[in-house]
């Protein structure tokens, strides 16, 4: 049997909707051949940034060291489940790399400022 881990699926998961809503505002983006440091490559026009996905069914922000990683952008996502994933109504914080210090440890505290948008989407690729 080809089965994949609870952490392996979950993480999966919510890299594949972070390319999901980055790609309703007009961003491509997909996982780097190796993993480098990043789990995807955005690109808008002539905008490119690394993003890290880390996703979580749970009420805490996920654990990062940013220390180890090259990326621009830190995608949070918060698995929203009732017996089956909610997709639609699962939350997905971007936060640039600088603004990461401070991130509070509820993942509902983060500053919605953060949640994907047209707006947020333009800050980040123009």
Do not use: C, W
Request: aromatic content about 6%.
């Amino acid at each position: 049997m080809n089965s994949l881990d609870d952490n392996k699926t979950t993480g999966l998961i919510g890299e594949l909707l972070v390319q999901l809503r980055l790609l309703e505002h007009g961003v491509q983006a997909a996982p780097p051949m190796e993993d480098s440091g990043n789990d995807l490559i955005a690109i808008k026009g002539e905008v490119f940034k690394a993003i890290q996905v880390k996703t979580t069914e749970g009420d805490e922000t996920p654990k990062y060291n940013p220390a180890n990683r090259v990326y621009h952008l830190l995608a949070i996502v918060r698995l929203v489940r009732h017996g089956r994933y909610l997709l639609d109504k699962t939350p997905i914080y971007l936060v640039p790399i600088e603004e990461m210090n401070g991130l509070p440890t509820a993942i509902d505290k983060i500053d919605r400022r953060y949640l994907i948008d047209k707006e947020l989407i333009h800050r980040f690729f123009g």
